[in-house]
């Protein structure tokens, strides 16, 4: 699908930030006040399930679940300065699920669930959080995270129809600031220096569904166990960094202006710096957000290859869903680094898994949950691809079907949906940008795709699919390929905007406002063998999601300035997916005497429509750049699939019978499959 004066975000690579979920893990206690003046590392980590063992009278045991992780709840007074790694790490973790073992001759038993991650929350009262720069051992100063265990490793048991291990869920992760005004002006300080080390990170993860045994012969479940063995679910992720309130201006008695910021119990002066708020936080490094809100749902499973029972299917699982994700700023979020956001929030949804077996079904993406954000504090970014605020939710990716050595391939798997996401910048909010592709707000909704943490702002781009390829076909005649998976939907997206954006840099555009439908996987290509007659159909693209609807309010007291080339005030856009590609054919007959082949390509995918647009605009714009918009607002059809393209061999050898005066005929037939419609904008 290409998009024509249509901004997106290109993925460069996965979200980086998941690579400290390795860090040690140290079992403490679950609930306290501390008040000491060190840093802070508690974990509670849930026991593994056990795995099943072989009996001595030949007989096995049963794997058993992991168990459920204990909550966390944290009150934090005291400032801690000057530190390696994590000055607050908080996590709950759920135990693994035991693994099944496999037996050729006797029942396989299957593997168990992984346990949950319990609740992890922290209020914080301290005054400063700083970090040391650390290049071995990067880190987020607060790093809060409760995650699902794993499911375990299983095989296939005819008894009990159970396979894989489901993963655990992941548990609710909130964030709050108190007021303790005793201790000063600035009530809480967070300031962090080097490459991916964030102010504060959020996560919640559900556990992966179980993989089979990379040791093993066989492994897998059943296709109707797919849903019931998924990838566990990603909990809520809640925060509010400082308080709500009302910035006020006065001037003093030398005629100098004065500003305060006063909330429900306290006023806090300001001085003449109105955008330092009471709350505050400083990063300076690339990769390294202020902050950090995520909730991941785990992948599906992949099978590993059946090499004794070729016909069994032997299915991978679908993925998890992401959780709700919400965050407020009232504070002051400052970052000087290249791809290092002032608040970014996800949500995304796992990717499905995929079968071993012949002709197998690919599994379902998970879908993303619904992302909100809230800005009334005053957010600053220096690099390159950072953003002010970066809102998205993505529906995971399908799996692919698996390919047939004689029958017919699987279908794809579909697509996960994006969920809601929503933006709101009350009349006190400010957002300013320096770098270049760093637009003020990127709102987004994604049917199956991929989020990423560093992206570049480019026109004309085409979007990748989301939905699973189809599995190739077998050699035996009559059979077929899988058909390519269906792209998810994009969700609702609204923006509702008061304050001000400002931004400097090319190709930042002032507000990005997009729902986005996911591209339809691809047919899988057919390979057919015969004698005497052979037809063979190319397998379809799969459709792609539609867009949804987006939903812009800009209001009266509200500014935005776009200062360089490529950067419109707004752009509000939906887009369906583009259809995928219908599959190839190649079909092949050798009979004598007479020898009949037909082979038509597979029919593209259909485009998947746009949504509504409302722009409802009585904000101050200006733009001072070349091709900068002041309000650009497109809904656009997604293109239809590519048809797929055919080809045919017929040979007819001549009469085994001698001097008979049968001719020998061959008739081929050869047409290209159709492409698919667009979409509607």
């Known amino acids: 699908m290409e998009i024509k004066s249509a901004y997106h975000l290109t993925p460069v690579r996965q979200f980086g930030f998941l690579l400290w979920c390795g860090v040690s893990l140290v079992a403490l206690s679950s609930i306290a006040k501390s008040e000491t003046t060190g840093s802070i590392h508690k974990v509670e980590k849930a026991a593994d399930g056990k795995s099943s063992r072989v009996k001595w009278n030949g007989g096995a045991s049963n794997a058993t679940a992991g168990e459920n992780a204990k909550s966390l709840q944290e009150i934090v007074s005291h400032s801690i300065v000057g530190v390696a790694g994590s000055a607050i790490e908080l996590g709950s973790r759920g135990g693994q ?21 319990g609740d992890v929350s922290l209020a914080l009262a301290s005054q400063a959080i700083s970090l040391v720069p650390s290049t071995s051992n990067p880190a987020p100063a607060i790093w809060l995270y409760s995650m699902g265990g794993d499911g375990g490793n299983g095989f296939q048991n005819s008894n009990r129809q159970r396979g894989l291990g489901a993963g655990g869920a992941g548990g ?29 990170y959020l996560l919640s993860k559900g556990g992966d569904s179980g993989a089979a045994d990379l040791f093993s012969t066989v492994g897998g479940t059943y296709p109707a166990r797919a849903k019931d063995e998924a990838g566990g679910n990603g909990g809520s992720v809640n925060l509010a960094f400082g308080e709500s309130g009302v910035l006020t201006q006065t001037r003093d008695e030398a005629g100098a202006v004065r500003y305060a910021y006063r909330t429900s119990g306290t006023t806090y002066d300001l001085g003449d710096g109105w955008l330092q708020r009471p709350w505050q936080i400083t990063t300076t490094g690339d990769n390294a957000a202020a902050i950090v809100l995520s909730s991941w749902g785990g992948k599906g499973a992949v099978a590993q290859y059946d090499k004794w029972g070729l016909f069994n299917n032997y299915s991978g699982t679908n993925a998890g869903d992401g959780g709700n994700v919400t965050g407020a700023n009232y504070g002051t979020l400052q970052t000087y680094g290249d791809s290092s956001y002032g608040m970014l929030l996800q949500s995304v949804g796992g990717a499905g898994g995929r079968g071993a077996s012949e002709g197998v079904k690919g599994a379902a993406g998970g879908k993303g949950g619904a992302v909100s954000a809230i800005n009334d504090g005053s957010i600053f970014t220096q690099g390159a691809r950072a953003a002010g605020i970066l809102a998205q939710s993505v529906g995971g990716t399908g799996g692919d079907g698996k390919g047939a050595l004689w029958l017919s391939g699987g279908d794809g798997g579909a697509a996960g949906a994006g969920g809601s996401v929503s933006v709101s910048q009350g009349a006190d909010g400010i957002i300013n940008t320096e770098g270049t592709a760093a637009p003020g707000i990127v709102a987004q909704s994604v049917g199956g795709g991929y989020s990423a943490d560093a992206y570049a702002m480019v026109a004309d781009q085409s979007s990748g699919s989301a939905g699973g390829a189809g599995g190739a ?55 057919s063998t015969s004698v005497i007659v052979n037809i063979a159909l190319g397998a379809g693209g799969g459709s792609a999601g539609k867009g949804g609807d987006v939903i812009f309010t800009g209001n009266s007291n509200g500014s935005i300035q776009t200062i360089n080339d490529n950067s419109a005030a707004v752009v509000v856009q939906s887009v369906g997916g583009g259809g995928g590609i219908g599959g190839s054919v190649s079909a092949y007959t050798v009979s004598p005497v007479v020898s009949i082949v037909l082979a038509m390509g597979g029919e593209g995918g259909g485009g998947g429509g746009g949504g509504t647009i409302l722009a409802n605009n009585g904000s101050s714009v200006q733009t001072f750049g070349q091709y900068s918009d002041g309000l650009s607002a497109q809904s656009i059809g997604g293109g239809g699939g590519t048809a797929g393209a055919a080809n045919s061999v017929g040979i007819a050898l001549p009469s085994p019978v001698p001097n008979a005066p049968t001719p020998a005929v061959s008739i081929g037939v050869t047409l290209g499959g159709s492409g698919g419609s667009g979409g509607l904008g």
């Open 97 to 117: 699920g035991g693994n099944g073992i496999f037996r050729s001759t006797l029942p396989n038993t299957w593997g168990e669930k992984g346990g949950a991650g």
């Open 172 to 200: 609710n992760v909130s964030f709050e600031t108190v007021s303790n005004a005793q201790k000063g002006q600035t009530q809480t300080e967070i300031s962090t220096e080097g490459s991916q080390s964030p102010g504060i």
């Open 473 to 527: 076909s077998g050699f035996l005649p009559f059979v077929s390929a899988g058909k390519g998976g269906v792209g998810g939907d994009g969700n609702k997206v609204t923006v509702d905007f008061s304050g001000g954006i400002s931004t400097a840099g090319a190709s930042s555009p002032g507000i990005l406002e997009q729902s986005v439908g996911g591209g339809g996987g691809a047919g899988g290509r057919t390979l």
